[in-house]
């Protein structure tokens, strides 16, 4: 079983081997300041009352504010937050954004519970921890399973418990309860993005044949946008299975399909595939856009794709990384390239502060500035320290770190 809180810290190691930043750092980042685990009580429906189990890992915060998003699901555990608050420190400084890093989960399987009662445990979850969050303290955003409405609920039940109206505890929120314009597809854009940066100095051609795996909001708008602008996307899956066509799927008639049927096998002019197959597609761009520990010292040798565009958090295991490298497949890493979302939180954040609504238009263009920048700032540090970009953007980000850290 892979931990990945493990494999977060062994990628920490990993950077040491390239470049020196003393002990004291990697000391220092090798714990969270703080992991935070509470009861949730829900009456539910039929009258009973369930006990929930949530967290709240703060990591770092020398950058700023802990920063990052509220993970539902049946796997949730603290070793996952914790790997993905650890992410979301580097993550924020490879941005070059003023967030530190955090992460929150509530073991659940969301699609379980009625309305009623998942508006009941998300309320919930802020009771427990409504003193330790707050726009300059510790600010939370969506993850996999949770939504604007969930952040708006959020949002709302942390404004009754302590005053504070400006909004800015969470991002992620609708637009009109003071979310930004574009963080829906914040993601997929920004990585997107990053990868338009990186093309040409990865050998890809213009346009992609593209592998996606997940249909939730990262991998959906992601297919959509390279689809837009003119790659094609052969084959795509959600946490069934997959459809593959050569020529390329119609998304559009694939989501009406999905909606009809509640699942993407039977896509008529397509052939089913299972999660395993789709990843090891010959392809030139493999998008992983749902779960950590997909791509394992099991199936790396199979991979068949040029490029990596890691959408999800640690989708790709260390010893994966390894033998990716060696087959010469290049892997743009999640601190990068999934940065996009936070980024837009990150303005969201901002724009409740001073009291602004910026245009999308706005949005998109400082969006752009800040992926193009950091996807350029790591493949330097790629090419410094002869090593590939996860490295790259881990040097980046401890550069970042160490300047404002005091020992
Ligand atoms: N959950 C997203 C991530 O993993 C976004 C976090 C945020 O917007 O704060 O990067």
Known sequence: M????????????????VKNFGEKLFTELSQPDRDVRVSIPVSMDDGSLRIFEG??????????????????????????VKALAFWMTIKCAVAGIPMGG??????????????????????GWVKKLADILGPKKDVPAPDVNTTPEIMDWMSD?????????????????????????????ATGLGGFYVLNSLRAQLGLPEKCKVVVQGFGNVGLNAAEIFIAHGHSVIAISDSKGGVYNESGLDLEKLKEHKKSTGMLAGFPGSK??????????K?????????ENQITEKNAEKISTKVILELANGPVTPEADDVLFEKGIAIIPDVLANSGGVTVSYFEWDQNLKGEHWTEKEVFDKLFKKMNDSAQETHKRGKEYSTDLRRGAFILALERIKEKMQF
Not at 102 to 123: C, H, N, Q, W, Y
Not at 178 to 183: A, F, Q, T, V
């Open 2 to 17: 892979n931990n990945p809180f493990q494999n977060a810290l062994t990628q920490l190691n990993k950077v040491a081997t």
């Open 55 to 80: 967290y709240r890992v703060e990591y770092n915060n020398v950058l700023g504010p802990y920063k990052g998003g509220i993970r539902y699901h049946q796997d949730t555990e603290i070793n996952e």
């Open 102 to 123: 955090g992460k929150g989960g509530i073991t659940v399987d969301p699609k379980s519970l009625s309305k009623a009662e998942l508006e009941k445990l998300s309320r």
């Open 157 to 185: 039940e942390f404004e009754k418990i302590t005053g504070d109206k400006t909004r800015a505890t969470f991002t992620g929120k609708p637009i009109e309860k003071g979310g930004s314009e574009g963080r829906g597809p």
């Open 272 to 281: 089913d595939i299972t999660n395993e197959e789709l990843l090891e597609t």
């Open 283 to 291: 392809c030139d761009l493999l998008i992983p856009a749902a779960f």
